[in-house]
């Protein structure tokens, strides 16, 4: 069965420029950048060690080495002395299109996880082959162990961006080799996108040195992809490559040499610059959160100058701490308070005393309310909140015998803190007396809940 | 009205971006002010008042932010460790002018804890999450601090 496969691999050298042609590139032969050196060497040196490897094993290898195409045809091929396979289904995102328009533009790290989760669902059927290819991987395919182990190093540094969604095709890729050829045909696709990528990046002309960055930076704005910042870190990309800057720079030398040792020779390029981008990536996805959260940065693109602007935030917010809690400790003695802890089951010190006031429940309503853009609150109501707050002796048994801090927040209804949350909370506050119409239930509720507390 | 996305301090609307464990933080925190409160005699300085409420910001912080994060476990580990410690340092840094590049992650390690230990982009990583913990608290504090005042203000409605 298999020999059709074999033959041609060891025969004509990997000349799979023939029968592959890609349907979206209109029938065009693969990219010119397509690794045919870097395939030939693996093949010949992955055929040369196992003379007497079992069929799946060839098949996988062969696929490995092969545009999606060859995927397919091997599925089908085993399909046909294997079991049902069920549903093809992401044959049929691979079908019809070389693997270097359909990895680069389509396989998006969703797809390659539907997909890793669709291949796995046939390959129970094929258990058997399992630790047959474990076993003659683990023999047979040392050579091209180390090097697979460091493209899916690199991949799975780079996919592991993609968070939630992706956790299955991370296990793919950032398999060792057994385990890949062990879980079935999933990493197949991935690997092929590996290989695509690296062996992309490995061919060493210098005409190809502009494609190789535009395919890494395509395929990482793939892995990336779903979150919608590709052209921003694209030009980040651009950006960092063209400033130069220090401190990742400082980082990159030792994750280099790192990378270099573990690197086969062939792919000795093409993980180190697969992590440098990945890592690139990474801190400028951090950059950009940062941005967001430091108020004020969303016109400041330098490095440097975010990176400033940072740090003197940080500065004034514990500047800030200092200066409020120096506050507090002038304002505390003023205060008779007799708060006692009111926590239940949330408590983090257990050695609380008798609950009395829900003040901590009602702060905590505080944060809770200032999420909620409750709009204007009328400012005596919020006097009487503040007089509950702080008015000592009170048992709000009854109130807090939930000691959810939520549930506090439900008996108590009270939405009057919102004025001060609002300010607080930077939340725009609108002063008025006219309440809104959802407010007269809570005002209503307010009272008896303060009538409850007061007992 | 109710936008449920904020409970998440999602990056949406940063103005409310605060932290998770905001709930946790305001406990904690609360519960050690007036555990302060209680145990300040008139004798105690004001200085030696307001360095327990800052610990104790820092510690609601720490608690807060658990031992998922490393600066929270770094922060922790010094509260432990040191509790005489004034942190963080009083910030006189300011003043000099700011070398670029090399010296900026340093003194992004230096203000936030756990920081020398880190690369440069779990340091960012920390960062945020250190932002996001400490504007939780500053506007937690504010806020008791707003409800106190208001309170002093604002007589008691019988």
């Known amino acids: ?455 | 009205m109710e936008s449920k996305s904020f409970t998440t301090g999602n990056r949406d609307n940063p103005n409310t971006d605060l932290h998770g464990s905001k709930n946790m933080m305001a406990s904690h925190f609360l519960r050690a002010l007036f555990r302060i409160q209680q145990t300040s005699t008139s004798s105690s300085s004001f200085a030696g008042r307001s360095r327990r409420i800052r610990r104790a910001a820092y510690a609601s912080m720490a608690y807060s932010a658990g031992a998922r994060r490393a600066w929270s476990r770094a922060l922790l580990r010094k509260l432990r460790s040191r509790a005489r410690l004034r942190f963080p340092r009083r910030l006189s840094r300011t003043a000099r002018p700011q070398r670029r590049d090399m010296d900026q992650a340093q003194v992004l390690r230096k203000l936030v804890p756990g920081g020398p230990s880190m690369d440069y982009c779990k340091l960012l990583e920390e960062t945020a999450d250190y932002i996001r913990c400490l504007t939780t608290q500053v506007r937690l504090m504010q806020t008791v601090m707003d409800s106190i005042s208001s309170y002093a203000h604002h007589p008691m409605i019988p």
């Not at chain 1, 494609?211 to 930076?217: G, I």
């Open chain 1, 1 to 455: 069965m298999w020999m059709p496969f074999v033959a041609p691999l060891a025969a004509s050298g990997l000349d799979l420029r023939d029968t592959t042609t890609c349907r979206s590139c209109q029938g065009g032969p693969l990219p010119p950048s397509w690794p045919w050196r870097v395939e030939q060497r693996l093949s010949r040196s992955v055929l040369r060690t196992g003379n007497n490897w079992p069929p799946p094993i060839i098949r996988i290898v062969a696929s490995l080495f092969t545009p999606s195409l060859r995927v397919l045809s091997l599925r089908e091929q085993s399909q046909s002395d294997a079991k049902e396979f069920g549903d093809a289904g992401p044959l049929k995102t691979l079908k019809g299109s070389c693997s270097a328009c359909e990895l680069l533009s389509d396989l998006s790290a969703l797809e390659g996880q539907r997909a890793c989760a669709e291949w796995q669902q046939p390959g129970q059927e094929q258990s058997d082959y399992h630790p047959y290819d474990a076993d003659y991987c683990m023999q047979s395919l040392c050579p091209v162990e180390t090097a697979f182990r460091a493209l899916h190093g690199c991949n799975g540094g780079g996919e592991n961006e993609n968070h939630g969604n992706v956790h299955g095709s991370n296990d793919c890729f950032s398999n060792a080799w057994p385990d890949i050829v062990s879980s079935m045909h999933c990493p197949v696709v991935g690997a092929a996108a590996s290989v695509e990528e690296t062996s992309v990046n490995a061919s060493s002309s210098s005409s190809s040195r502009k494609r190789k960055s535009e395919n890494n930076r395509r395929s990482k704005e793939n892995s990336g992809g779903s979150d919608g910042k590709d052209d921003s870190n694209c030009k980040r990309i651009k950006e960092e490559t063209g400033v130069g800057a220090a401190t990742p720079e400082a980082k990159r030398p030792n994750k280099r040499k790192e990378e270099s040792a573990d690197a086969s020779k062939e792919n000795d390029k093409a993980p180190k610059s697969d992590y440098i981008h990945v890592r690139r990536e990474r801190i400028s996805q951090r950059m950009k959160y940062l941005q967001d959260l430091v108020p004020g940065c969303s016109k400041i693109t330098g490095k440097a100058g975010m990176l400033d602007e940072i740090i003197n935030y940080v500065q004034s917010l514990q500047r800030q701490v200092e200066f409020l809690s120096m506050k507090l400790a002038a304002v505390n003695p003023m205060m008779d308070i007799n708060i006692d802890s009111l926590f239940g089951g949330r408590e983090i010190n257990p050695t609380c005393k008798s609950a009395s006031i829900p003040m901590i429940g009602m702060s905590s309503e505080l944060l809770d309310q200032s999420y909620l853009q409750f709009g204007s609150l009328q400012h005596d109501m919020f006097m009487g909140s503040s007089d509950l707050l702080l008015r000592p002796n009170v048992n709000p048994a009854a109130a807090v015998s939930d000691t959810s801090l939520g549930s506090c927040l439900n008996v108590n209804g009270s939405s009057v803190w919102n004025t001060n949350l609002q300010n607080v909370y930077g939340v725009e506050f609108q002063l008025g007396r006219g309440t809104a119409l959802p407010f007269q239930s809570l005002q209503g509720n307010l009272l008896p809940n303060n009538l409850k507390m007061e007992m």
